[in-house]
């Protein structure tokens, strides 16, 4: 007999983002980096500020579908540093892509954006989130990505 699965909802991350970076072709797929500027989390477990100096790295397969390699540092309202290791995916209709790439608004309910952050942190009072793990939803808008997060138990 299977274990429930429960998740509790932790934080939300909206993350302030840079015009893409477009590499181009590299084999069967595009690469383009996308710089992040800054944000903000709230939450019930977690608060602060997003420091800007981190990055997205995406890769676009040929099938249409995102790739997602974010890195970035959150600074607690606590003055925690905590380090963010995003990857995931995002998937949807062809024209609902080439609308989000050219950083065009397009309804979250068309797109399928999901990630596994981790996290990591020298601050005792949130090592809690280097001893769970966590699912997240999220949408992209033209300006931000706005990332729902939960703890897995």
Not at 7 to 12: R, S
């Amino acid at each position: 007999m299977p274990l429930p699965l429960t998740v509790e909802h932790v934080f939300d991350l909206f993350v302030a983002v840079a015009a893409p970076v477009e590499i181009g072709d590299v084999g069967a797929r595009d690469r383009r980096v996308i710089a992040i500027t800054g944000g903000e989390v709230r939450g019930p477990r977690l608060n602060g500020r997003i420091l800007p100096g981190g990055a997205d790295f995406q890769v676009i397969e040929a099938s249409g579908l995102t790739r997602l390699h974010a890195r970035y540092v959150v600074e607690a309202d606590d003055g925690a540093l905590v380090y963010i290791e995003n990857d995931g995916i995002r998937w949807g209709a062809p024209e609902d892509l080439d609308r989000l790439r050219r950083g065009l608004p397009v309804d979250p309910e068309r797109i399928y954006f999901a990630t596994a952050p981790r996290f990591e942190t020298a601050h005792p009072d949130h090592l809690w989130l280097m001893r769970s793990t966590f699912v997240a939803k999220g949408i992209r808008r033209p300006d931000r990505v706005e990332i729902s997060v939960y703890r897995v138990g």
